[in-house]
């Protein structure tokens, strides 16, 4: 059973940073993509930013390009998200997911239904 847990999430100012990590459990993950999400209230689900497990190939919503930036930790089995320069925008819950299936170029890899996995949820909130 595959799980995903978030953590990290919390209120910070506009123009702070805050890092989010995914710790991914119940499979070995090497020939995964992780990728992070986010849905503010009233919006639709979003994609962030994903990497695939293996050589660390990374793609990034427009919207966060030069501000936030994926990676992982092979030793700690953990994706991170590290959020630079945060905006009131960027206030939403932020979820991990994760892809078994293969696929052909990670930056099509950019709806909730290319995913299998989810974790929970962590709440982001960035005040003005």
């Known amino acids: 059973q595959v799980q995903l847990v978030e953590s990290g999430g919390g209120l910070v100012q506009a123009g702070g940073s805050l890092t989010l990590s995914c710790a991914p459990s119940g499979r070995t993950f090497s020939n995964y993509v992780m990728g992070w999400f986010r849905q503010a209230p009233g919006k639709e689900r979003e994609f962030v930013a994903s990497i695939t497990w293996r050589g660390g190939i990374t793609t990034y919503a427009e919207s966060v390009k030069g501000r936030f930036s994926i990676s992982r930790g092979n030793a700690q089995n953990t994706v991170y998200l590290q959020m630079n320069s945060l905006k009131p925008e960027d206030t939403a819950v932020y979820y991990c997911?994760?892809?078994?299936?293969?696929?052909?170029?990670?930056?099509?890899?950019?709806?909730?239904?290319?995913?299998?996995?989810w974790g929970q949820g962590t709440q982001v909130t960035v005040s003005s």
């Open positions: 997911a994760a892809r078994s299936r293969v696929y052909e170029s990670i930056a099509d890899l950019t709806r909730p239904n290319d995913y299998d996995y």
